[in-house]
Every structure is written in structure tokens, then in C-alpha cells.
């Protein structure tokens, strides 16, 4: 029985086998560092996480198969020369076709004994190899993955390495001096996977334990060693030199280096009518194995999160435009109250609407890419959090109130009209700021709509069922459709943060400027230190001198635009880097930045602007009104001189 209390493990074999991965049941399935797994509990106990490589090989991964009993040492050959525990067991596969598994026995929390020859080719410092560490089962099959998909660097070097199959974690617990494990090296893996599992319902989070013993199951690959290869004559001492040399510089330009990447790790074949080894254009075909010392190159580390935000800010641009003639396997393209959306269900079941035409925009808001990731907590009273995704961007998520009464006095007018409306649905939210935008009123954008995968209850007595009924009608495109809202799921909105300008205000062919914040910059060493250094003491001694110490003490909120080439930034007629920052109104009030008469001015002329644009303010607030400031507190304003606000708040904006 696996732990959602419903599956037994013998169906699984029966009958789930035939499902292709992405269509399992989401309760079978988690995710951890980018990768997903079917998550089985098998009879011989333990744990079993088997990835989409391994799911129609499930027969042969079972422990049963090659782990009672010691089967792996028994029927199987214990490499020679691995450091390692690491074992070539012989089995089938499903159509009965020989398979051979490769067993090993994870290292991690144990000392590393890395010991780099005087004749390795890639130099590292001693800092390096002092802090190198065996990678956890999990994050090894996540950088492997990650490998093997290829899409940093050239296109033109593709990586060979073996297929991530599955992970065991075997029964019961061991003392750690029998696995050679200490707590100092096993706490870091620990917190790093707690800071991947974070936001994951409890029941789908997976936790690391000390005590238990972890064993990761790959394919084989055919051939042998280049070591061996040389010992056969095949290739000379020049040519597994060179072979050497190549391997450490393509997985560099990739990305990725391996800390004892040696011949031993690189396969080749022979040519089966002439025995000679293989090439491509010349060069010798290899494939990589052993990865428990893989890890990711500063350089991609700092790239990485660079071309991802570019991409990002590329895809936004274009979210509008037609839509590819065939949209990848699970997504649909829908259309709710004029909004158009990719629709699909997330690995963890949950259900997502990203905005836009853009497939490619979608795997930015799947839920681990922002509910794992540290939050900031903006409101006392709501759930509204503020998050830099994985992709390096910025969002403000909002827990839907849909299906509460409003907490207001009913013996007032203003109170009843409030209570009688009820908060809006998180698709006529974003239905109101599209169409206010599309009006010439200045709102938040609204990114994508997710509903959770697990089910939340709330007291009956909060219970406002009219949104549930009048969207009874709208059913995504699903096998077996259910209408959109949900009152035993939480819904949240994500909306892209405002922090006084966006990319989108840019027009035309211009250049799209991106934005990043200063410490970020720095970070991506997109900026030096002293210019860093720079940057903030201007900025801060400008806005303490007008009385906004409350900004000066967070540079996260310093904004500047960042040109497409990653480099250059926009600078103001003085040759400062160009600042801007982000207040709501009400603060603008309450540090003095506007006077009780100019705040009056403000919210009443953006509910006479909403008031024209067909809709009803029910209970706008000042905080709902985002001001742009520079430094010098000097706000933007329009071309009439009025202030320049941005509504970010449409939970009690009636719908015309």
C-alpha cells in the first residue's frame, strides 16, 4: 500500500504499468529537485521513487527483483576498481529483452577521499576539493536529469550519460558508523533538500533521514572504460589524455564538472563488423557514468539564472501571439471570461492557468518553482507572499478569499452592499485587470491561477457559495471535467510584482529592457563590488535625506533596467544607474511622501477612473494604489501631472 491509502502495489504491476507516467493517478507521484517520481511502497518494504525513465522497467526496479535477499551480490558483479558499493545486475525488462541495472550504494554524508593527481588536466583549488561533497540520491538524479536534457551551452555538444532509473531507500535504520556517515556532512543535504521540499504538503514532502540507507539504480551502458580501452591497445596514452582533456571541457561548457572525473568514467564501444572504437567526425563517442561528485559550474550556476530570466521577460512579450499549431502533450488553450490561458494539471495534481498563448511560459508557475523557494509575508490580516521564483523571478502569490463572507459591518450600507457581492473568483480578478489595463488604467499583471492538488476544508459558517454557482458552467478540457472552482481546494493568483516599471512598458521593436534589483545584479556579478557599494550608499543617502529610511534600509526594492545583452543598465542624465522604486499610498501618507489632501485626491480620482471604466470600487483602499518614486522621492506622474498609480487589489471590484 503506497501512502495515499488507495493504490495497492499489485495493481500497480496489473494494471498501472500499461499508463503511460504522465497520466498516473498525481497522488502516486512527488517531486524533488526538478525531477518527478512515482512514489510506491512495496511489499519488502522501504521506499521506492521511480522516475519516467524507469516507470515501464517497473517489474525489474522492484527490491523483490534484485535487493532481497542480497541479490545484487549473489546474481550480480560488483565492479572493480569503484570506490564505491557499485554493482552490474543482469535482468529483463518488461518484453523480456535482456537489462542490466546498475546497483550503488549512495555516499552521501560521508568523507569524500578526493586526491587530485599532479598530471589531472583541470586545475581546482584547494578550497574545492576540500569542500567536496557526495551528492544526495535525490539532487544526483536531479543534476543528471538536468545533464542529460542539454539545453545550456552549444547545441552542437550533446552528453551521452546513464538513465536515472530509480532510488530505494531500504528498510529499517542503521548506526551511522556503519554507514560511514557524520551529522556535520549530512546536515547540508539535509537543509538543502528541506529548501526544495519546502511549501509541499506534508504527505508528498520527502525528508532525508541519517539513519536510513539509499541506494540509486541506473541503466547500463554497453562498452567499457577508457582505462580499459588502453589496456587493450585500442588508444594510445596521448589520445585518453586528450579524450580526458575534451570530456572535462564539454561538460564545462555544459555546465557541469565531475570533482574525480577520470577514464574510468567515460564508456566507449567498439564498432561491432571491425571492433574499432567509435567515433563521431573523427572524435571518439563516449558516455558518462558515476555522478555522485557532478555538480554545476559557478559560471552556469550565474548564467543560468540570467538566460532564464531573459527568457522569461521574451516569453511575456510574446504571450500574445498566435498560438503554436500543436501545444505540448497535456496543455489546452482555453478562454475564461475573455482571458485566455494554457491550461494543465500540475505533477502534484493541482491544476494550473498561466496567461497568455505561450506553452513555454507554463513551467515557470508549476507550484515548486514558487512555493519552495523563501517568502516575504505582505499582509497581517491575508495570505499574501512575495517570492524570487527558481527562475530568478519575482511574484506576489495571493491566496484566493472566494467562498468567505467578507468580514465587514452589515448594519452599514457600503458593509451590505459588500457582504451581498462577495469576494470575486480568481478568474474574474484577472478578467478585471486585463480589462482595465486594456482601458488605459495601469494594474498589476496577473501571470497565472492555481489550485491546489490537495484538499483544505474551512468552516461551513465562511461559506459564500455564489461565485461556485454562477461558475458552474465552465469546465476545463479534461477527461473527466469538473467545473473550475472548486470549494474543497485553495485557489492562489500570482501576479507579476510591481516595483514602479515593468519590460512591458516597453513599445514596439525597441529593445525589451528587463528588470533586476541591485542586490541581485550583484549576485549575478553583473555589477562589481565597488560598484555595488556605490549604487546603495547613493541610493540610501538620497532617500534618508527625504525622510524614507523605511526604503533605504531594503535595496531589494532598488530597481534598475537591464538591456537584453545582460550587461548594460539604463542610467539618468546625471551617469547614475537609474533607480526606481515602488510605494503603495497609503505609505506615501504615512511617511508624509503625500499630504492627507493629495492621498484624498488620489483614491477618489481612481474610483471616478474605475467608476468610468464600467466598474464598481466596493472598497478600494490606499493600499491598493502602487506609486513609482526615484530616490529623491520625487513621484511619477502622468501627462495631466496627476499621479501615475497602479491598482494591485481586485478581490471587491464588481464586474460590469
Known sequence: MNRSGEVDTSDLLSGLIRTPFDQLDWRLKTRCFGVDYVHLEPPEGGELFVTRHGWQLLPSLMPAQWFVGQKYQREGERLPGATAAVYRFPSRNVLGRPLDLVIKFSRVGQEVPLVMAASFPERMSDEVIANARFNSPFEEFGQ???????????????????????????????????LGRTKSRFTAHERRMAVDQAGAPASFAIELDIKREYVVIYSWIKGENAEQMQAYGLISDVELQQLTARVIHELSAKGFRVLDNKPKHFILQRERKTGRLLRHHGNLAYALIDFELLERTEEYKTRFRTSQRARYWRLLRSREDPLPK??????????????????????????????????????????????????TK???VNEVYRTRTRDNIHVVYRRSRIGEKPHVDPFYEQGQRIREY?????FEEVALAQRLRHQGIRTAFARAIYRTGHESTEASYLRDPSRYNNHRHILPPEETPQTILDPDHDFYTLWGLWRGILPADEQ?????????????????????????????????RRLSTVGLTELAESPSSFLMSIHPDGRHFRRDNDGRYLITLCFDSLRALDTGLLTDRRYRHLVDMARQRLTEAGCEPLNLQGDHLLLTLDPDGRLKCDAAAELDFTVCNFELIQMP
Not at 538536468?146 to 535504520?173: F, K, S
Not at 505533477?347 to 513551467?363: M, R
Not at 462577495?422 to 480568481?426: I, L
Open 326 to 375: 500543436r501545444l505540448p502533450e497535456g496543455l489546452h488553450e482555453v478562454d475564461i471570461f475573455g482571458v485566455r490561458y494554457i491550461f494543465g494539471v500540475t505533477p502534484n495534481g493541482g491544476k494550473l492557468w498561466v496567461v497568455g498563448h505561450d506553452p513555454e511560459l507554463f513551467d515557470f508557475f508549476l507550484p515548486d518553482r514558487w512555493r519552495r523557494t523563501p517568502r
Open 378 to 380: 505582505l499582509s497581517s
Open 144 to 178: 543528471v536529469m538536468e545533464l542529460r536534457q542539454g539545453r545550456y551551452g552549444p547545441a552542437d555538444v550533446n552528453l551521452l550519460a546513464q538513465r536515472p532509473l530509480a532510488i530505494y531507500v531500504t528498510p529499517g535504520e542503521h548506526a551511522l558508523w556503519r
Open 508 to 540: 514596439g521593436d525597441a529593445p525589451l529592457w528587463g528588470i533586476i534589483d541591485v542586490p541581485q545584479a550583484f549576485e549575478e556579478e553583473l555589477i562589481s563590488q565597488p560598484e555595488y557599494r556605490r549604487i546603495i550608499e547613493d541610493t540610501t
Open 422 to 426: 462577495g469576494f470575486n473568483s480568481p
